[in-house]
């Protein structure tokens, strides 16, 4: 059976939660998002959750020890033997060095393109679903009844507190400095691919495929 060890790369709001949600289910492997365990474990008031939560809302990422912890143990799990999506992680060049130490070898880093001007406009307008995390946005993709998620039924969409204009400045600040540098690091790898993720969530996702031939 084909494996899939792939990672999404990007700037905040890039839309590497919403094509990473779509490829695990069309490749039936697990969505590993470092983001949704940290705010997972915040929402369950776990000390890691605690420990997590100041550098979140500010808009900084979390101590590398920290999270590379959460997903070493995360890809020990079955459900991960067959492959997974990584998103959000790695974000550092040591966290990078420590997935390759763990001898995860990915097959594909899909880096999602997207200019600043849109991730400020993206994120100003996301809605999270805060009992199963689905992602819409109040114009570009808002869900079919008002303040009601599509895959849920929950009432009450909110808005993320990292997505306020100042956390949302330091975070894009956070991504040119520690994590844009990634993406050299995978292009002399071998494995980087690059999609235009200025266009609309189907063609982002059609494009995704045909580029790492899933
Ligand atoms: P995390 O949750 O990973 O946030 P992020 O990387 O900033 O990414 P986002 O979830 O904001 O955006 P996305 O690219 O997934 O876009 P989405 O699909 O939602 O991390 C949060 C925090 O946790 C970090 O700041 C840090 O503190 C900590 N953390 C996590 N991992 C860490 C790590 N490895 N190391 C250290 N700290 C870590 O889409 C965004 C919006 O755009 C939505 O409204 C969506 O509907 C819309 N949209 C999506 N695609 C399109 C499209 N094609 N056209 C129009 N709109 C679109």
Do not use: W
Request: with cysteine; aromatic share 4%.
């Amino acid at each position: 059976m084909e494996t899939f060890r792939l990672m999404m790369l990007g700037p905040p709001g890039a839309g590497k939660g919403t094509q990473a949600k779509r490829l695990a289910d069309r490749l039936e492997i697990p969505h590993v998002s470092t983001g949704d365990m940290l705010r997972e474990a915040r929402r369950k008031g776990t000390e890691l959750g605690e420990k997590a939560a100041e550098y979140m809302e500010a808009g900084r990422l979390v101590p590398d020890k920290v999270v590379i912890g959460i997903v070493r143990e995360r890809l020990q799990e079955d459900d991960a033997e067959t492959g997974f999506i990584l998103d959000g992680f790695p974000r550092t060049r040591p966290q990078a060095e420590a997935l390759a130490e763990m001898g995860v070898e990915l097959d594909a880093v899909v880096n999602i393109d997207v200019s600043d001007d849109e991730v400020v406009n993206r994120l100003g307008g996301r809605l999270s679903c805060p009992n199963c995390g689905a992602v819409y946005h109040r114009d570009a993709n808002p869900p079919a009844v008002d303040d009601v998620c599509d895959k849920c039924g929950s009432e009450g969409l909110i808005t993320r507190e990292d997505d306020r204009p100042e956390a949302i400045r330091e975070r894009l600040e956070e991504y040119h400095k520690k994590t844009a540098p990634l993406i050299e690091f995978y292009e002399q790898r071998g494995v980087l691919e690059n999609v235009n993720g200025e266009a609309s969530p189907d063609e982002v996702a059609d494009a995704i495929v045909e580029q790492i031939g899933a």
